[in-house]
């Protein structure tokens, strides 16, 4: 077993594949306005493993159940949010 203080100094440094934080926040409301809406205003959005209700990687929900699902995978997060993006967008438009 480790030394108390090894293992305090192992959790405290950074590992050698840490990526530096940008200096200028990434604005999101910006990249993203209809999911920056949905969220603010209108539901919530789950993204991440699927579970016994949906197959989608990512979907956006409100008080009334499920509003748009996207697919079971994705290139990357990047095509997931935009997806996301791209449906609440044609999502919203039809349903005001």
């Not at 440094?13 to 530096?20: E, G, L, M, R």
């Not at 926040?25 to 993204?47: K, L, V």
């Not at 493993?49 to 990687?57: E, H, M, N």
């Not at 697919?71 to 609440?88: Q, R």
Request: glycine residues 8%; negative net charge; contains cysteine.
């Amino acid at each position: 077993m480790p030394k108390k203080n090894s293992l305090n100094k192992s959790l405290t440094q950074k590992p050698a594949t840490a990526k530096a934080v940008p200096q200028t926040p990434f604005n999101f409301e910006q990249s993203f306005p209809t999911i920056a809406e949905w969220i603010n205003e209108r539901g919530w959005i789950e993204i991440g493993q699927q579970d016994d209700f949906s197959g989608a990687f990512v979907r956006a929900l409100d008080a009334g159940g499920m509003v748009w699902e996207g697919t079971f995978s994705y290139p990357s997060l990047d095509h997931a949010l935009c997806a996301l993006e791209n449906g609440l967008e044609k999502w919203m438009e039809a349903n005001g």
